[in-house]
């Protein structure tokens, strides 16, 4: 594992400390603050167009909003991984939202492209909250896979992560819901 040297990162949501990982050619990204002995780790998945653009099709940008209000008052983690779009990249995650215009749910769509509904990883995930130090963790997630994807890492107490549908995520969030088992 090739890591940073750590940095401060002052940000609107408070003080951070700052570091990134090198997992083969992706580039993760870590910031913390000062936590007890069981953190708030957010694991947050990319998604440039909701994390950066703002978009109202899916609800990452907001988790990730929320994530940050949280474990700036309550000290954690939160690991951004480099896997858009549940894993088959930015390019395909457009051509998935082209067929979501076409009627087809977001799992669909990934199945129409010839992928399965989730490829992310979270090991790495784990690889790094070992790097930290950290053996036990309170997990803010709505996602079930999340929540049982460590082998070495204790889950202590799921954080649910409440986000409120618009008109235009109404259907996604139904269906991470119903097809994705998300505990919304």
Do not use: W
Not at 28 to 51: A, M, Q, W, Y
Not at 132 to 159: C, D, M
Request: contains cysteine; positive net charge.
């Amino acid at each position: 594992m090739k890591k940073s040297q750590i940095t401060n990162l002052p940000t609107k949501y408070g003080k951070f400390k700052a570091i990134s990982y090198k997992e083969g050619d992706k580039e993760h990204f870590v910031i913390f603050n000062d936590f007890k002995d069981i953190p708030i780790v957010r694991i947050h998945s990319e998604c440039l167009t909701g994390d950066v653009f703002g978009s109202l099709r899916c609800d990452c940008g907001e988790q990730l909003e929320k994530a940050l209000e949280i474990i700036s008052k309550e000290g954690g983690v939160l690991i951004y991984l480099r896997q858009e779009g549940r894993g088959i990249g930015l390019y395909n995650k457009i051509n998935a939202y082209a067929l979501q215009d076409k009627g087809f749910d977001t799992v669909e769509a990934n199945h129409q492209l010839g992928f399965e509904a989730d490829l992310r990883d979270f090991s790495f995930a784990e690889e790094i909250l070992k790097d930290l130090g950290i053996k036990k963790i309170k997990i803010l997630t709505n996602n079930p896979r999340k929540e049982f994807a460590f082998k070495e890492i204790e889950v202590v107490k799921r954080i649910p992560i409440k986000i409120s549908p618009n008109p235009h995520n109404k259907k996604y969030l139904q269906t991470k819901k119903e097809k994705l088992n998300h505990k919304l």
